[in-house]
C-alpha cells in the first residue's frame, strides 16, 4: 500500500502538470486576443480570410511529386539555355521571380535535388554552378 506522502506528491505532481498546461493556454488566448482588439473592422477580418486562402492555395500548389519535378525541371532548362552559370540560389530566385511553384521547406535544396537526378540535362560544377550539359554527337568527342 502506498504511504499518504507519496500520493500527495504524485497527485502534486499531476496537478502541476494541469497547470502548465493551462498557463499554456492562457498565454495563447492572450495573444489571440491582443491580435484580434487591433483588427478595427470587418474589413480587417475579410483581408486576413483572403491572405489565408492565398496561402492554403499557394501551399497545397505546390507538391513534391512528378508533375513539379517536370515543371521545374522545364523551367531551368529555359533559364540556363542563354550558356551561363548560375548556383542553386541564383535558380531558384530566377524561378520565384517567374511564379514557378517550388515544393518543399528547402527550396534550393529540392531543386538541387532535381537538377541533380537529370545528369542527362544539366551538369554541376562546384566552381561556377549549373549549366546545361553539352549534347555530343555520337562518335564525335568532345
Do not use: C
Request: no cysteine; net charge positive.
Amino acid at each position: 500500500m502506498a504511504s499518504p506522502l507519496k500520493k500527495a506528491k504524485d497527485r502534486l505532481s499531476i496537478v502541476q502538470q494541469k497547470l502548465t498546461l493551462l498557463h499554456e493556454e492562457e498565454s495563447e488566448l492572450l495573444t489571440t486576443v491582443r491580435v484580434l482588439e487591433r483588427m478595427k473592422t470587418e474589413e480587417d477580418f475579410t483581408d486576413l480570410d483572403k491572405e489565408f486562402s492565398k496561402l492554403s492555395f499557394t501551399a497545397s500548389g505546390a507538391k513534391r511529386d512528378r508533375k513539379n519535378r517536370i515543371v521545374v525541371a522545364q523551367a531551368v532548362t529555359g533559364l540556363l539555355s542563354d550558356g551561363k552559370a548560375r548556383s542553386t540560389g541564383q535558380i531558384v530566385q530566377a524561378l520565384e521571380a517567374q511564379n514557378v511553384p517550388i515544393a518543399g521547406k528547402n527550396k534550393v535544396a529540392y531543386v538541387s535535388q532535381i537538377l541533380s537526378r537529370e545528369r542527362t540535362k544539366f551538369a554541376a560544377s562546384r566552381k561556377s554552378g549549373w549549366t546545361l550539359r553539352t549534347v555530343v554527337p555520337f562518335g564525335k568527342t568532345a
